[in-house]
Structure formats: C-alpha cells, structure tokens
C-alpha cells in the first residue's frame, strides 16, 4: 500500500514556473507508475501527466504538453511534476496517484489508480 502526499502549490503569476512534488510511503513506490491529475473549479478531473514505474515512459495532456514535465526519484519516494509557463487555466487542485499499471491506456485514466494524495491547490493569476 502506498500513501501520497503532494505539496508545491500556491498562487502564482502567469508565465511563472513550479514544482509540485508527491512524496509516497509505502514499500511499492518505485514498481508504480505515478499520475498527475487536476480538477478546476466547476469542471472534472482531468489527466495532466503520467510517468511509467521505470521512468522510461511519460505521458502528457495535450493542454500541457512542452510545458509541464513530470518525473521521478525512486531514491526520494518521490515524483514530480514542473510546470512552466504557467496559464489562468492551470488553476487547479492538482493530484498525484500512484499504482502498478503500464501502458499509456491505462496511465492516463485515473480509474487505473487505487492510491491518491489530498491534493494541493495552484492558482494562477493573470
């Protein structure tokens, strides 16, 4: 089992920069690959980023893409998500999930996951 916990964010202006980490405890870390969701006021959870267990595979929404990056530091129990060149419309409570699933099919849909965190908020002001 595997306990999540992210943190990083806050209100920031567009066009900055952030990181947002998920730090998880559990035995299991690092043969799950770990996703990065979100869910804007009013609208539905939506995939943001995923990277396969070995970190050899990442995904990304096309809404982020060539902005955001996602990785991981097994080391760390601890995966990331740095988001550049930040939009009003990131604004969002930000989740990582994590659990033993491959394939892009399977990475991008948060119905595959079984272990999330609370979440943190990223705001972005105009």
């Known amino acids: 089992q595997v306990e999540l916990r992210e943190s990083g964010g806050r209100l920031v202006q567009a066009g900055d920069s952030l990181r947002l980490s998920c730090v998880a405890s559990g035995s299991t870390f690092n043969t799950d690959a770990v996703g990065w969701f979100r869910r804007a006021p009013g609208k539905d959870r939506e995939f943001v980023a995923a990277i396969s267990y070995r970190g050899d595979n990442t995904y990304y929404a096309d809404s982020v893409k060539g902005r955001f990056t996602v990785s991981r530091d097994d080391a760390k129990n601890t995966a990331y998500l740095q988001m550049n060149s930040l939009k009003p419309d990131d604004t969002a409570v930000y989740y990582c999930?994590?659990?033993?699933?491959?394939?892009?099919?399977?990475?991008?849909?948060?119905?595959?996951?079984?272990?999330w965190g609370q979440g943190t908020q990223l705001t972005v002001s105009s």
């Open positions: 999930a994590a659990d033993r699933v491959g394939g892009r099919y399977y990475l991008v849909d948060p119905v595959s996951y079984n272990y």
